[in-house]
């Protein structure tokens, strides 16, 4: 599964870049490694919860403020295809 990001700019490190992700509560920053952005999406886990439009994902990195798990709307999220 892929949630859509903004992208910010460069990190502190040079194999971090900052993105930004649209939550519930507002945009949440974090540091995430620039491989894993594809297309303005950021590959998360599956969602662990569910409340009306809004689904609980884990990000691959902590955000700004320390949390790794948020809860985004559904119209964030692309279904990847498998390739089996």
Do not use: C, N
């Amino acid at each position: 599964m892929r949630l859509k990001i903004r992208e910010l700019g460069e990190g502190l490190h040079p194999s971090e870049m900052f993105v930004s992700v649209q939550t519930k509560d507002g945009p949440q920053d974090l540091a995430v490694d620039p491989s894993s952005i594809h297309g303005s999406t950021l590959s998360v886990g599956w969602p662990v919860g569910r409340k009306g439009r809004y689904m609980l994902v884990e990000l691959p990195r902590p955000t700004s403020v320390g949390t790794r798990r948020v809860w985004v709307s559904k119209s964030e999220l692309i279904t990847e295809k498998s390739t089996r």
